[in-house]
Every structure is written in structure tokens, then in C-alpha cells.
């Protein structure tokens, strides 16, 4: 039982630059999530999914796309990757909201020069 | 909007003993949740124990326990005969029972514990 995987684990991007970050879960839950962790400080969401092709924002979505098209991928689009966006991004899920536990995956580190 | 404060950024403590962590938070909500995660080195966040507002007794998760003190809006966090293994980063968290997408994390008290 692989849990929730992201990858990559580390991506350094240029100004401008765009990408996804790839972010699977293998338990059939309902909820998926995306938060931002900046240095010395707590998690941040960006985007949420409470099932396939329903999402919505969350505190700090600007700079960020989301899809969700089926229940095991949630993937995070960067467009014109700024250097504010350089953060360490994480995935999780839940079976029913933000009120039950999370289970997250590793995290992305992304450095934006 | 609501707010969360860890006023410790770190914390050491000598294997076996007790260590407390604090959280504060601040909400006009009656209806919320509140949790303590875990992030060890190997970054992975993991939870370490939940509080429901309406329940007036405390968290209990084997080594772990919390102080909830609603009127104070305080949430603190108590490990018992503390481990190597508990080395990590420790997250408050606050989430809203009204707002499905409003979950708001502190900064992190980063505990050490010595052998």
C-alpha cells in the first residue's frame, strides 16, 4: 500500500517556467489537498478536491491550477513560475474532509530562480 | 480569520521525561478541530492526535496527550516518556467547522529529544 506518492522530490525551475506537480493516492479516498510550505512556517492550502472534477480554492491559490479527473490524481500546475513560489509542496488525502486525518505524501521541493 | 500560535520554536528534552508544547489560537467559532502533526526528518507529515471543540475531554493517544482549555483558546500538547523516534518538527492546527477549505497551521516548535 503505497499511501499518497508526489513526484518529482525536487525540481529547480527558471523564471517563467512551468510545470506539474504529479500527486496519487492508492486508498479510494474522496478528499485530496495541496498545501505550500514555506521555511519556518506551517502548511499553507492551496487547492482542494472533495471528489473527480470537483475542486476549489483554498487560502493562497493564485499562481496555481488544479484538476482532478479521476479519484487518485490530483495534479498541481505552475504557470510563469515566480520566485515567490519556491516552496516545499505537499499532497494529501483524507476519506471525509479536513476534519478526519490526513495522510500526506513526502513533498516536492521546488526552488524557482 | 482564524490564527494559530506555537510561541516555542524549539524544544529539547531528555529521553524518557515529559515535555509540554504550547498552541494558542484564535477563533469567534464554536464549532472547530483542532490537531497536533508530527514531521520528522524524512518530512513526512504525520498525526499525532485530534480534538473536537464540543468534546470537553481531552486527546489521548497512547504517549500523547493534550490540554484543552477552550475559553482559553489552548491546545497544548504533552509527551510522555519521550523517544528518540518523537525528534520532529511539531504543527498545531485549527480547522473550521463551518468552512470546509479554512485549516490554518502554526509555525512549528521543533523538539528534540536527547539521549
Known amino acids: 500500500n503505497a499511501g499518497v506518492t508526489q513526484t518529482p522530490k525536487f525540481r529547480i525551475l527558471k523564471i517563467g517556467q512551468s510545470m506539474t506537480l504529479q500527486c496519487t493516492q492508492d486508498?479510494?479516498?474522496?478528499?485530496m489537498y495541496w498545501y505550500r510550505q514555506d521555511p519556518g512556517m506551517g502548511l499553507k492550502l492551496i487547492y482542494y478536491?472533495?471528489?473527480?472534477?470537483?475542486?476549489d480554492k483554498g487560502e493562497v491559490p493564485n499562481g496555481y491550477n488544479v484538476s482532478r479527473s479521476t479519484t487518485e490524481d490530483f495534479p498541481l500546475r505552475l504557470e510563469l513560475a515566480a520566485p515567490s513560489q519556491t516552496s516545499v509542496y505537499f499532497c494529501a488525502s483524507s476519506t471525509a474532509g479536513l476534519s478526519y486525518e490526513q495522510y500526506f505524501g513526502p513533498g516536492t521541493r521546488l526552488t524557482v530562480t | 480569520a482564524q490564527t494559530v500560535t506555537q510561541s516555542q520554536p524549539e524544544m529539547s528534552v531528555q529521553e524518557a521525561e515529559t515535555v509540554t508544547l504550547s498552541c494558542t489560537y484564535d477563533t469567534s467559532e464554536n464549532n472547530y478541530y483542532l490537531f497536533w502533526y508530527k514531521q520528522p526528518p524524512s518530512r513526512q507529515m504525520i498525526l499525532v492526535i485530534r480534538q473536537e471543540a464540543y468534546k470537553q475531554q481531552n486527546a489521548t493517544e497512547n504517549r500523547f496527550s493534550v490540554n484543552f482549555q477552550k475559553a482559553a483558546k489552548s491546545f497544548s500538547l504533552k509527551i510522555s516518556d519521550s523517544q528518540l523516534g518523537d525528534t520532529a518538527m511539531y504543527f498545531c492546527a485549527f480547522m473550521s467547522g463551518y468552512n470546509n477549505n479554512d485549516m490554518r497551521f502554526g509555525a512549528g516548535t521543533r523538539l528534540t529529544v536527547k539521549p
Open positions: 486508498m479510494n479516498h474522496n478528499y
Open positions: 478536491s472533495v471528489g473527480a472534477g470537483i475542486t
